[in-house]
């Protein structure tokens, strides 16, 4: 079936610092992919549309130049935490479809912690 | 943003047991999902379901699109404990690529022995 990877699985990193997230699909091409962000015993909040080739489509109350997202290729789309703080502490997914009307499939998850 | 409605919030069962839960919604989805998460990993696909008044099984899974568009419930049979986890619904107003999920608040189900 689709597979969905992300990396890294943890990162810790300093505030102030950025720290960019990789989500690849690796046995089909994705021309859009979503990057949510999941809080502690919560739901998951769509942040972002990456699309290929063009600018992502943030969703409201998403700071776009905090976030910065890169979908350069059919398998490769970027997310970028800038000049992180502690409350950017969160695990982000990404997740994509294989097209047509195939579900989305979800990648494992990125846990960032911000100290 | 939006989030769908799941019930219950959490549930303690035995195992063996049967298992109900419910997503609602104030608007129309042309498709339901149904996944499970387990800690510090991403959701995944059990059921996806396309048609109002649709019923799709997947092993023990069973899952319904409700047919006002508005809700969907899954059923677990015969629970075992793995099917401990946080089982999140979705709805998507279009289907695959380029349409995104909206998710429910979430049910965590856990199972004793």
């Known amino acids: 079936g689709a597979v969905v990877s992300q990396h890294p699985s943890r990162v810790i990193c300093k505030s102030g610092t950025s720290v960019k997230i990789e989500c690849r699909s690796l046995d089909f091409q994705a021309t859009t992919m979503f990057w949510y962000r999941q809080f502690p015993k919560q739901s998951l909040m769509l942040m972002a549309t990456?699309?290929?080739?063009?600018?992502?489509?943030?969703e409201q109350g998403v700071e776009k130049d905090k976030f910065l997202i890169n979908h350069a290729s059919l398998t490769l789309s970027t997310l970028t935490v800038t000049s992180a703080h502690p409350e950017d502490s969160s695990f982000y997914i990404c997740?994509?479809?294989?097209?047509?009307?195939?579900?989305?499939?979800f990648g494992n998850g990125t846990r960032l912690t911000v100290t | 943003g939006q989030q769908l409605n799941q019930s219950p919030q959490s549930m303690f069962i035995q195992e063996g047991e049967d298992v109900s839960m419910n997503c609602t919604s104030s608007s129309i989805f042309n498709t339901w999902l149904w996944y499970k998460q387990d800690p510090g990993e991403g959701p995944v696909l059990l059921i996806a379901?396309?048609?109002?008044?649709e019923l799709t099984s997947n092993g023990r899974l069973t899952a319904q699109f409700g047919i006002t568009r508005k809700d969907s419930f899954l059923n677990i049979s015969a629970s075992i404990p793995s099917d401990v986890g946080i089982y999140f619904c979705a709805g998507q107003l279009g289907s695959g690529t380029a349409s995104k999920l909206t998710f429910g608040t979430g049910t965590r189900l856990q199972v004793t022995l």
């Open positions: 997740s994509a479809s294989s097209g047509g009307n195939s579900p989305l499939h």
């Open positions: 379901l396309y048609k109002a008044g």
């Open positions: 990456s699309n290929e080739g063009s600018k992502a489509t943030y």
